[in-house]
């Protein structure tokens, strides 16, 4: 139990602390150094525990369900491989964190920095401890994305863009190859869980899709691994800094691909295509990197190269996939990370100093900078390959693998050569490395005066040194446990017999060192004079670069083919593009029902009724008449509009539905008024519009008149043909029986909103919300159109009230022709408040067993108020109500949400509604489930939307007076001027 | 009661589409509206028309679910009624801005020839 626990802490801990890394101020360097190093030594503290567990090809496993229905569980597993890798991510990550206090200047941001770091360390993590293949891939993706910010660290920077773009649209393309593949391996495996894949390889081997499973993976594992022709993306990643290229592009990201491939060689290897194209690829990247990072005069540009090469190595072992080629590849990778990631820290180390990592400019540190010298050329020489030191092991083992028979076609037989050629041009780069960097006269034109970097800056390259060497010599001793166990959890029973030994007697594999070394030597020093010189690549591949090719692609791919396919089918104008759209669903629709053409109506199931006919008769007129109207007589199309909304909605109540019916009546008025108040700001058109009349307009409407035609004719018949056929059984039938036996209410149409489908309705009123706020923010930069500005002429002549008329002298002022008309009107409307609000209440409490609700209920309060501001003026209104729609809004939706959380207390899941019936005193029985008080969230977010709406618009008449009246005085009183204006940013400072 | 209810759904739909293509942003508003009083009828005609049966439903007992009309579409319309309301005032709102700032009422935002 502790062990799967710890399994939780190691997959979450980094992304807490993450979150609380980005929390901190800029400058906390040393808090988010002591927060970042805690996280990572919290994770090795954890792995301590799991080695016993994992030791014998043990694996911990803790599974949480995420969505069973799909098989989808959150599982978390560890063994032997992972518990390796995850030493590497936490232990190298600990070293990284201090590193980087000490690299980053003191105007990076750190929090930003850590943040990432962390995150990053965390995704690694879960992509290694995936015990579900999809989730696997989640986290790899995340890998992406934080690799992608993190190379974007110094986002100031051109280059560091571009690289963090590169990288991203590489990695993460593959990652979606990967995730098919995924989903393609776990259908042929059967089922999605790590362990069930790992055991099914010969289903999967044999099934139909393997080669597409392949494929696709490869892409995936090829495209982070960098190889080639993936390549390109790891050095523009350069322009990262140091630590994270130590981290990510050293010792961990680009380990995933090949984590992967070792992970998956028993389920997908073993057969030709594998063998072709997985040692195919790796001995190519291996050549490839060698000899370009041998002509790099960068110094970050060499290990990238050299990381790619030995990416390569390791690819290739797991191509070959014998046991001892997989126990090598295990090996390699550890080896590989502890030497690059402090030959990467020593390069920033050098750059930190100097100022530069060009090797044309360095030269003779090791007098500067003794120390680190040494340090960076044990971490080379281990890099060659000398003996002695870790890289030489493993390397061995390569070496060994590559000059064994395989399946003697002539890869396997070039194998050899390829391997000591790749060898030779790695001792040549790792002795460059050496030379030019450390050895010769002492650097003359550096930017910087050259001297020892801080202490805590070489700690963790002198930690990682020491590795090297203590593993170079007593390998047995230091990793033998550690590298046994990683081997049994991918080989199981058929791990091989190897040996850790230092000296297996003079075989083919020391030859093959030897030759390298030697011929290394001489190809250095033969090459050394030409190498600074020559365009940071040999001959033709100078020429060859994947960047450019890439960028060409990119540029096709989102530049030329879009703009050329906009040039075809685009269209700026709104009609055309709409028409299209019409088209398309028509069309569409009617290719799906084509077969049904012939389906005849079954039977009528209601008579005909004349008074229904009459009411639609009006309803059709009104839509013809809306139509008909709206381009020239706004005012007359929206009361048609409004007797079509009202015909529907006698509809509603005469078809059974009678909480449709009172919602679309409280609804309609409050549309109608909407449109009313806009109607105000839209100019009224006094001539007809030019051009009108001429052909290609008319054209046009007798085309939009077929396409709506055909429209309305198409979704009446649909309407007609679905009405005429008996419905059967529907999940109607499970909510009619249940309504009242499960959800305590016998309105099924409300406890449908406010319990079955709840979540559903909190969707809803949020995006209600949504709106009204939407609504306001657009209209508080609202400038009306010019011809609007000027009081229109119904109310010049009705003489409104002043506005500025303080209201304790209200009641002295002369009444107005305005005042005198609305007196009777208002007066009632004010009267009526109370008596609208008791039926909002009312309408609102009754919901859960008869027709009414929260929605009905809301936008009744709303009229209620809408009333209130009709009767009078706004300023009337608001000095007597305060109206604070959004914290109506707001409160609504904590209402709601909350009720939904309640649940949690008890137990059960988001939303889950309770019902029962409380006795109260004189009332009697009251129902008391907890969906009244959702609804009663429902309630106030509507109240608080359609208000918010409504004022909004409203005060548009008070702003335009405010505006009209500066106007006016700006030629009398330059200074009242600048009083007005601070009035208005103190109303928009207050809200509504 | 079938055949008038669809001939009603058409006319609805025909003269919102016929609307919402026109180049006036008014014009597309009113579309809008008709529209959906279409859309919400023909979602709610889904659940076949009865008279005198809402789905008010007794207290406990057996319940005969063919008795009582069909609450899903309902509960689909009564939420699609408040959002399309909330969708016509966004719509109002912008068209507003875009008279303000634009000057003319063309959903392009510019006077075009025909």
Same mark, same amino acid.
């Given at each position: 139990?502790?062990?799967?626990?710890?399994?939780?802490?190691?997959?979450?801990?980094?992304?807490?602390?993450?979150?609380?890394?980005?929390?901190?101020?800029?400058?906390?360097?040393?808090?988010?150094?002591?927060?970042?190093?805690?996280?990572?030594?919290?994770?090795?503290?954890?792995?301590?525990?799991?080695?016993?567990?994992?030791?014998?090809?043990?694996?911990?496993?803790?599974?949480?369900?995420?969505?069973?229905?799909?098989?989808?569980?959150?599982?978390?597993?560890?063994?032997?491989?992972?518990?390796?890798?995850?030493?590497?991510?936490?232990?190298?990550?600990?070293?990284?964190?201090?590193?980087?206090?000490?690299?980053?200047?003191?105007?990076?941001?750190?929090?930003?920095?850590?943040?990432?770091?962390?995150?990053?360390?965390?995704?690694?993590? &879960?992509?290694?401890?995936?015990?579900?293949?999809?989730?696997?891939?989640?986290?790899?993706?995340?890998?992406?994305?934080?690799?992608?910010?993190?190379?974007?660290?110094?986002?100031?920077?051109?280059?560091?863009?571009?690289?963090?773009?590169?990288?991203?649209?590489?990695?993460?393309?593959? &990652?979606?190859?990967?995730?098919?593949?995924?989903?393609?391996?776990?259908?042929?495996?059967?089922?999605?869980?790590?362990?069930?894949?790992?055991?099914?390889?010969?289903?999967?081997?044999?099934?139909?899709?393997?080669?597409?499973?392949?494929?696709?993976?490869?892409?995936?594992?090829?495209?982070?691994?960098?190889?080639?022709?993936?390549?390109?993306?790891?050095?523009?990643?350069?322009?990262?800094?140091?630590?994270?290229?130590?981290?990510?592009?050293?010792?961990?990201?680009?380990?995933?691909?090949?984590?992967?491939?070792?992970?998956?060689?028993?389920?997908?290897?073993?057969?030709?295509?594998?063998?072709?194209?997985?040692?195919?690829?790796?001995?190519?990247?291996?050549?490839?990197?060698?000899?370009?990072?041998?002509?790099?005069?960068?110094?970050?540009?060499?290990?990238?190269?050299?990381?790619?090469?030995?990416? &390569?190595?390791?690819?290739?072992?797991?191509?070959? &996939?014998?046991?001892?080629?997989?126990?090598?590849?295990?090996?390699?990778?550890?080896?590989?990370?502890?030497?690059?990631?402090?030959?990467?820290?020593?390069?920033?180390?050098?750059?930190?100093?100097?100022?530069?990592?060009?090797?044309?400019?360095?030269?003779?540190?090791?007098?500067?900078?003794?120390?680190?010298?040494?340090?960076?050329?044990?971490?080379?020489?281990?890099?060659?390959?000398?003996?002695?030191?870790?890289?030489?092991?493993?390397?061995?083992?390569?070496?060994?693998?590559?000059?064994?028979?395989?399946?003697?076609?002539?890869?396997?037989?070039?194998?050899?050569?390829?391997?000591?050629?790749?060898?030779?041009?790695?001792?040549?780069?790792?002795?460059?490395?050496?030379?030019?960097?450390?050895?010769?006269?002492?650097?003359?034109?550096?930017?910087?005066?050259?001297?020892?970097?801080?202490?805590?800056?070489?700690?963790?390259?002198?930690?990682?040194?020491?590795?090297?060497?203590?593993?170079?010599?007593?390998?047995?001793?230091?990793?033998?446990?550690?590298?046994?166990?990683?081997?049994?959890?991918?080989?199981?029973?058929?791990?091989?017999?190897?040996?850790?030994?230092?000296?297996?007697?003079?075989?083919?594999?020391?030859?093959?060192?030897?030759?390298?070394?030697?011929?290394?030597?001489?190809?250095?020093?033969?090459?050394?004079?030409?190498?600074?010189?020559?365009?940071?690549?040999?001959?033709?591949?100078? /020429?060859?670069?994947?960047?450019?090719?890439?960028?060409?692609?990119?540029?096709?791919?989102?530049?030329?083919?879009?703009?050329?396919?906009?040039?075809?089918?685009?269209?700026?104008?709104?009609?055309?593009?709409?028409?299209?759209?019409?088209?398309?669903?028509?069309?569409?629709?009617?290719?799906?029902?084509?077969?049904?053409?012939?389906?005849?109506?079954?039977?009528?199931?209601?008579?005909?009724?004349?008074?229904?006919?009459?009411?639609?008769?009006?309803?059709?007129?009104?839509?013809?008449?809306?139509?008909?109207?709206?381009?020239?007589?706004?005012?007359?199309?929206?009361?048609?509009?409004?007797?079509?909304?009202?015909?529907?909605?006698?509809?509603?109540?005469?078809?059974?539905?009678?909480?449709?019916?009172?919602?679309?009546?409280?609804?309609?008025?409050?549309?109608?008024?909407?449109?009313?108040?806009?109607?105000?700001?839209?100019?009224?058109?006094?001539?007809?519009?030019?051009?009108?009349?001429?052909?290609?307009?008319?054209?046009?409407?007798?085309?939009?008149?077929?396409?709506?035609?055909?429209?309305?004719?198409?979704?009446?018949?649909?309407?007609?043909?679905?009405?005429?056929?008996?419905?059967?059984?529907?999940?109607?039938?499970?909510?009619?029986?249940?309504?009242?036996?499960?959800?305590?209410?016998?309105?099924?149409?409300?406890?449908?909103?406010?319990?079955?489908?709840?979540?559903?309705?909190?969707?809803?009123?949020?995006?209600?919300?949504?709106?009204?706020?939407?609504?306001?923010?657009?209209? /508080?930069?609202?400038?009306?159109?010019?011809?609007?500005?000027?009081?229109?002429?119904?109310?010049?002549?009705?003489?409104?009230?002043?506005?500025?008329?303080?209201?304790?002298?209200?009641a002295e002022r002369e009444p107005t022709r305005h005042d005198l008309m609305m007196l009777i009107p208002s007066v009632i409307m004010q009267w009526m408040f109370p008596l609208t609000v008791a039926l909002a209440m009312y309408l609102f409490l009754r919901g859960h067993d008869l027709p009414g609700g929260g929605f009905a209920g809301g936008v009744g309060f709303a009229i209620g108020l809408l009333l209130q501001y009709l009767a009078t003026d706004v300023r009337f209104v608001e000095s007597r109500i305060t109206i604070l729609p959004v914290r109506w809004i707001g409160l609504g939706l904590v209402i709601a949400v909350g009720t939904g959380m309640g649940s949690f207390l008890f137990g059960y899941p988001f939303m889950t509604?309770?019902?029962?019936?409380?006795?109260?005193?004189?009332?009697?029985?009251?129902?008391?489930?907890?969906?009244?008080?959702?609804?009663?969230?429902?309630?106030?977010?509507?109240?608080?939307?359609?208000?918010?709406?409504?004022?909004?618009?409203?005060?548009?008449?008070?702003?335009?007076?405010?505006?009209?009246?500066?106007?006016?005085?700006?030629?009398?009183?330059?200074?009242?001027?600048?009083?007005?204006?601070?009035?208005?940013?103190?109303?928009?400072?207050?809200?509504? | 009661?079938?055949?008038?209810?669809?001939?009603?759904?058409?006319?609805?739909?025909?003269?919102?589409?016929?609307?919402?293509?026109?180049?006036?942003?008014?014009?597309?508003?009113?579309?809008?509206?008709?529209?959906?009083?279409?859309?919400?009828?023909?979602?709610?005609?889904?659940?076949?028309?009865?008279?005198?049966?809402?789905?008010?439903?007794?207290?406990?007992?057996?319940?005969?679910?063919?008795?009582?009309?069909?609450?899903v579409p309902q509960a689909l319309v009564l939420t699609a009624i408040v959002i399309s309301f909330a969708t016509t005032a966004l719509f109002l709102v912008v068209i507003m801005a875009s008279r303000g700032l634009t000057g003319t009422d063309h959903v392009d935002g510019k006077e075009r020839s025909p």
């Amino acid at each position: 139990m502790l062990g799967q626990n710890l399994l939780l802490l190691l997959a979450v801990l980094p992304f807490l602390g993450a979150i609380l890394a980005v929390t901190m101020p800029v400058g906390a360097r040393n808090a988010e150094v002591l927060l970042a190093g805690a996280v990572m030594v919290a994770g090795l503290l954890g792995l301590a525990p799991l080695a016993g567990e994992v030791a014998d090809g043990g694996v911990v496993a803790r599974s949480i369900e995420w969505a069973p229905s799909l098989g989808l569980d959150v599982t978390l597993r560890v063994d032997g491989f992972s518990w390796l890798m995850l030493l590497l991510v936490y232990g190298i990550g600990l070293l990284v964190v201090i590193y980087a206090r000490y690299y980053l200047s003191h105007d990076d941001p750190v929090p930003r920095f850590y943040g990432f770091l962390l995150a990053f360390a965390g995704a690694m993590a &879960g992509m290694l401890m995936a015990g579900n293949i999809i989730l696997m891939v989640v986290f790899w993706e995340l890998t992406s994305l934080f690799s992608f910010l993190l190379i974007g660290y110094w986002h100031q920077n051109g280059a560091a863009r571009e690289g963090a773009r590169t990288a991203l649209i590489v990695t993460g393309a593959g &990652g979606l190859c990967l995730l098919m593949a995924m989903i393609l391996l776990g259908h042929a495996a059967g089922s999605y869980h790590l362990d069930d894949v790992l055991g099914a390889g010969d289903r999967v081997r044999a099934h139909p899709w393997y080669g597409w499973i392949l494929g696709l993976f490869l892409l995936g594992a090829f495209t982070k691994s960098a190889q080639f022709p993936f390549h390109f993306w790891l050095p523009n990643a350069m322009a990262a800094p140091t630590p994270v290229s130590a981290y990510l592009h050293s010792a961990t990201m680009v380990k995933a691909g090949v984590f992967l491939l070792v992970r998956f060689s028993p389920v997908l290897g073993g057969t030709a295509a594998w063998f072709w194209v997985v040692a195919g690829t790796g001995m190519a990247t291996l050549l490839l990197g060698a000899v370009i990072a041998t002509w790099r005069n960068d110094l970050k540009g060499l290990l990238a190269y050299s990381t790619i090469s030995h990416l &390569g190595l390791i690819t290739a072992l797991a191509g070959i &996939g014998s046991g001892g080629a997989i126990v090598a590849a295990i090996f390699h990778i550890m080896n590989h990370a502890v030497f690059k990631a402090s030959l990467f820290m020593a390069a920033g180390i050098i750059d930190h100093e100097t100022g530069t990592r060009d090797m044309r400019r360095l030269s003779g540190l090791r007098h500067s900078m003794p120390r680190t010298a040494a340090l960076a050329i044990v971490a080379a020489a281990a890099m060659g390959g000398v003996p002695l030191l870790n890289g030489f092991l493993s390397k061995e083992m390569f070496f060994a693998e590559a000059a064994d028979w395989h399946n003697g076609t002539w890869l396997d037989n070039a194998l050899p050569y390829i391997a000591t050629l790749a060898s030779i041009f790695s001792v040549a780069y790792s002795l460059r490395f050496i030379v030019t960097v450390f050895f010769g006269p002492p650097a003359t034109d550096l930017p910087k005066e050259p001297h020892e970097p801080p202490v805590w800056m070489r700690r963790p390259v002198e930690l990682l040194v020491a590795i090297v060497l203590l593993v170079g010599l007593w390998p047995a001793a230091m990793i033998g446990s550690v590298l046994h166990s990683g081997v049994l959890a991918v080989l199981g029973g058929n791990a091989p017999y190897y040996s850790l030994a230092l000296w297996h007697g003079f075989n083919v594999a020391l030859m093959m060192s030897l030759t390298a070394l030697v011929l290394g030597t001489v190809l250095y020093f033969v090459m050394a004079p030409r190498l600074s010189r020559a365009n940071e690549a040999p001959g033709i591949l100078s /020429r060859i670069r994947g960047q450019q090719i890439f960028d060409r692609l990119m540029l096709t791919l989102t530049r030329r083919w879009p703009a050329r396919l906009y040039r075809i089918l685009g269209s700026a104008r709104l009609q055309v593009q709409l028409r299209l759209i019409v088209l398309l669903s028509l069309g569409a629709t009617a290719a799906t029902l084509w077969g049904f053409a012939g389906l005849v109506p079954r039977e009528l199931l209601q008579s005909f009724d004349a008074t229904f006919a009459l009411l639609w008769m009006a309803g059709i007129a009104c839509a013809i008449g809306a139509a008909v109207q709206a381009k020239y007589h706004r005012f007359a199309a929206l009361a048609l509009l409004g007797g079509a909304g009202l015909v529907t909605a006698v509809t509603f109540a005469w078809l059974s539905a009678p909480d449709l019916a009172v919602t679309q009546i409280l609804v309609e008025i409050m549309t109608t008024v909407l449109l009313l108040l806009g109607l105000r700001w839209l100019p009224k058109r006094l001539r007809e519009i030019e051009g009108d009349n001429r052909l290609a307009a008319r054209r046009r409407r007798a085309i939009d008149l077929v396409v709506a035609g055909a429209c309305g004719a198409g979704v009446a018949a649909i309407a007609f043909a679905v009405m005429t056929t008996p419905p059967g059984a529907t999940i109607g039938d499970w909510f009619r029986r249940n309504a009242y036996a499960e959800g305590g209410g016998t309105n099924a149409v409300n406890v449908i909103l406010v319990d079955f489908r709840a979540f559903d309705t909190l969707g809803e009123i949020t995006v209600l919300g949504i709106v009204a706020l939407t609504c306001y923010a657009l209209l /508080r930069r609202f400038r009306p159109a010019p011809e609007s500005v000027a009081l229109p002429s119904q109310q010049t002549f009705n003489e409104l009230p002043p506005l500025n008329c303080p209201r304790e002298r209200e009641a002295e002022r002369e009444p107005t022709r305005h005042d005198l008309m609305m007196l009777i009107p208002s007066v009632i409307m004010q009267w009526m408040f109370p008596l609208t609000v008791a039926l909002a209440m009312y309408l609102f409490l009754r919901g859960h067993d008869l027709p009414g609700g929260g929605f009905a209920g809301g936008v009744g309060f709303a009229i209620g108020l809408l009333l209130q501001y009709l009767a009078t003026d706004v300023r009337f209104v608001e000095s007597r109500i305060t109206i604070l729609p959004v914290r109506w809004i707001g409160l609504g939706l904590v209402i709601a949400v909350g009720t939904g959380m309640g649940s949690f207390l008890f137990g059960y899941p988001f939303m889950t509604a309770h019902a029962q019936y409380v006795t109260l005193p004189v009332i009697g029985q009251v129902p008391a489930a907890t969906a009244l008080i959702f609804d009663l969230g429902v309630f106030a977010t509507v109240v608080g939307a359609t208000v918010l709406i409504q004022i909004a618009i409203a005060h548009q008449s008070l702003r335009s007076a405010r505006l009209r009246a500066r106007e006016s005085a700006e030629d009398a009183n330059p200074r009242e001027e600048r009083e007005h204006r601070l009035e208005e940013q103190q109303q928009q400072q207050e809200g509504v | 009661m079938e055949l008038i209810l669809s001939l009603g759904i058409g006319v609805l739909v025909a003269s919102g589409v016929w609307l919402t293509l026109r180049p006036r942003t008014f014009q597309v508003i009113v579309g809008l509206a008709l529209l959906s009083y279409g859309v919400n009828l023909f979602i709610f005609a889904m659940g076949r028309l009865v008279t005198g049966a809402a789905p008010i439903m007794p207290k406990g007992g057996f319940v005969n679910p063919e008795a009582y009309a069909d609450p899903v579409p309902q509960a689909l319309v009564l939420t699609a009624i408040v959002i399309s309301f909330a969708t016509t005032a966004l719509f109002l709102v912008v068209i507003m801005a875009s008279r303000g700032l634009t000057g003319t009422d063309h959903v392009d935002g510019k006077e075009r020839s025909p």
